[in-house]
C-alpha cells in the first residue's frame, strides 16, 4: 500500500472517530453540565447545551456557570446554544462554541476522502465509473480514457477465463 492510500486511510478512519466523539459528547451536554475551572478563577471551561463554554475572568467569584443560568432563565428552561457567541463585560469574557462547528469543520473533508476512496465497480471506466459493458475498443466513450477494469460478470464480479480454455482468435 502507497504512502498516499495510508494517509487516505488514517485520514477517514480518524475523522469518522473524530465525529462520533463529536456527537456523543454533544448528546451527553444536552443532559449534564461539566465544569472545570482553576482555583484563580482566571479561566474556566465548561460542556453544556450543545457546546463548549469557555471563560476568561478577572473576577474569581463570577464562573461560566453563573453566565450560563442567566442565559437559561432568559430562555425559560435549559439552553441549546446555536450559533457562536462571544460575550464581553467588565469582569469576564465568555467564548460558546456549539458542536456542530467543530463536526461541520471535520466532517467536509471526512466524506471527501470516503467519496474519493470508493472502489470502482468490474467492467467501468476508472476515471469516470461509465459502464463498459459491450464496449470492445478499451477507450471509455465518456471521457476518453483508457484501461478499464475487468470485464463484469453476471453479478457485477470480474469474469475470469476458464483455465482449460484456450483464447481463439
Known amino acids: ?16 472517530a473524530v465525529m462520533v466523539l463529536v456527537v456523543s459528547v454533544y448528546v451527553a451536554s444536552l443532559w449534564w453540565d461539566v ?3 482553576t482555583r484563580l478563577g482566571s479561566f474556566d471551561i465548561g460542556i453544556c447545551g450543545g457546546a463548549a463554554c469557555m471563560e476568561w475572568s478577572t473576577n474569581p467569584g463570577v464562573t461560566w456557570v453563573a453566565v450560563y443560568r442567566e442565559v437559561c ?14 460575550r464581553q463585560s ?7 462554541v456549539p458542536f456542530w462547528l467543530p463536526l461541520f469543520l471535520v466532517a467536509a473533508p471526512t466524506v471527501r476522502l470516503w467519496w474519493k476512496d470508493r ?10 465509473r461509465y459502464d463498459l459493458t459491450g464496449n470492445t475498443t478499451g477507450v471509455c466513450p465518456e471521457c476518453g480514457g483508457r484501461g478499464p477494469t475487468a470485464p ?16 481463439t482468435v
Open 152 to 167: 463484469a460478470g453476471r453479478w457485477g464480479e470480474a469474469v475470469k477465463p476458464h483455465p482449460r480454455i484456450r483464447k
Open 119 to 128: 472502489r470502482v465497480r468490474p467492467g467501468h471506466c476508472r476515471a469516470c
Open 90 to 96: 467588565a469582569t469576564f469574557c465568555t467564548l460558546i
Open 73 to 86: 432563565a432568559q430562555f425559560g428552561g435549559r439552553a441549546v446554544f446555536w450559533s457562536l457567541s462571544w
Open 1 to 16: 500500500m502507497s504512502m498516499r492510500a495510508k494517509v487516505r486511510r488514517a485520514g477517514k478512519w480518524g475523522g469518522l
Open 35 to 37: 465544569y472545570c475551572g
